[in-house]
C-alpha cells in the first residue's frame, strides 16, 4: 500500500539555525500537508499546498516557516531560523482532494531544537 | 463495556469490552469527522469518518456516531483487543472553510489482557 514517508526521523538543532524537513507524498496525491504535534499535545495544521502554491495556513505557520515542492516527488518544509519550542513532531500528509478526501499520514519527523 | 460521557484524556478497558471515546468538536459550521489512531512514534492513522448529513456509520469493529445538536462524536470500538492501546483524535473540517483538519484532544486508550 503506498504511504508517506519523511525524513529523517530524528532532527536535532541547535537554536538559530536552519532546519528542512522533507517528505514524500503519495504518488498520485495532489495536496500536500505540514502539521505538527508538540509533545503531549493535540495535531496542529500547518499548512496545505496544491498546484505549487500555498492554499491556506495556519497562525503558527508564520515567516520563519516555508514550504516547497522541489521536484516532482518532495515536498519540504524549512523553518530558517528554529527557536526552542519549534521542537515537535512534524507531520507531513498528503490526499487526493480536498476533505473528505482522506489525508494519509506519514511516520513524522522529531525536531530537537537545543 | 465502559462508556464516558465526557472527554477524558484515558480510558482503560479490559480485553474483549465495548470502548467509547468522546469528542466535542469546536465549529457549528463543520461538516466532516474523522477518528485517526495514533501508536506511540508513528503518525495519525485514518480509522473512520463521517459527513454531517449521517448520524452514525460503522466499519469493521468500529462506529462513529455524530450528534450535530450538541456537537459532539464518538467512537465505539467492539470487542477491544490489545492491538487497539493507541491515542485516539477526532478531528473535523468544514468544506466551506478550506483543507485544514482541526484536531480535538486525544485520548489514551488502554487494553489490559
Known amino acids: 500500500e503506498p504511504e508517506v514517508t519523511q525524513t529523517p526521523s530524528h532532527q536535532v538543532t541547535q537554536m538559530g539555525q536552519e532546519v528542512i524537513l522533507r517528505c514524500v507524498p503519495i504518488?498520485?496525491?495532489?495536496?500536500f500537508y505540514w502539521y505538527r504535534q508538540i509533545l503531549g499535545q493535540k495535531v496542529e495544521f500547518l499548512v496545505s499546498?496544491?498546484?505549487?502554491?500555498?492554499?491556506?495556513k495556519s497562525e503558527i505557520f508564520d515567516d520563519q516557516f516555508s514550504v516547497e515542492r522541489p521536484d516532482g516527488s518532495n515536498f519540504t518544509l524549512k523553518i530558517r531560523s528554529t527557536k526552542l519550542e519549534d521542537s515537535a513532531m512534524y507531520f507531513c500528509?498528503?490526499?487526493?482532494?480536498?476533505?473528505?478526501?482522506?489525508?494519509?499520514f506519514g511516520p513524522g519527523t522529531r525536531l530537537t531544537v537545543t | 463495556g465502559e462508556s464516558v460521557g465526557l472527554h477524558l484524556p484515558t480510558l482503560s478497558v479490559q480485553e474483549g469490552d465495548n470502548s467509547i471515546i468522546n469528542c466535542a468538536y469546536s465549529?457549528?459550521?463543520?461538516?466532516?469527522f474523522i477518528w485517526y489512531k495514533q501508536e506511540s512514534g508513528k503518525g495519525p492513522q485514518f480509522i473512520i469518518d463521517?459527513?454531517?448529513?449521517?448520524d452514525k456509520r460503522q466499519g469493521q469493529r468500529v462506529t462513529v456516531l455524530l450528534n450535530k445538536t450538541v456537537k459532539h462524536l464518538s467512537l465505539q470500538i467492539a470487542a477491544t483487543q490489545p492491538g487497539d492501546s493507541a491515542v485516539y483524535f477526532c478531528?473535523?473540517?468544514?468544506?466551506?472553510?478550506?483543507?485544514?483538519?482541526?484536531f480535538g484532544k486525544g485520548t489514551t486508550l488502554s487494553v489490559s489482557s
Open positions: 500528509a498528503s490526499s487526493q482532494g480536498l476533505p473528505p478526501y482522506e489525508q494519509y
Open positions: 504518488s498520485n496525491h495532489l495536496y
Open positions: 499546498f496544491y498546484n505549487n502554491e500555498i492554499s491556506e
Open positions: 465549529n457549528s459550521a463543520s461538516d466532516y
Open positions: 463521517i459527513r454531517s448529513n449521517m
Open positions: 478531528a473535523e473540517n468544514a468544506y466551506q472553510a478550506g483543507t485544514a483538519l482541526i
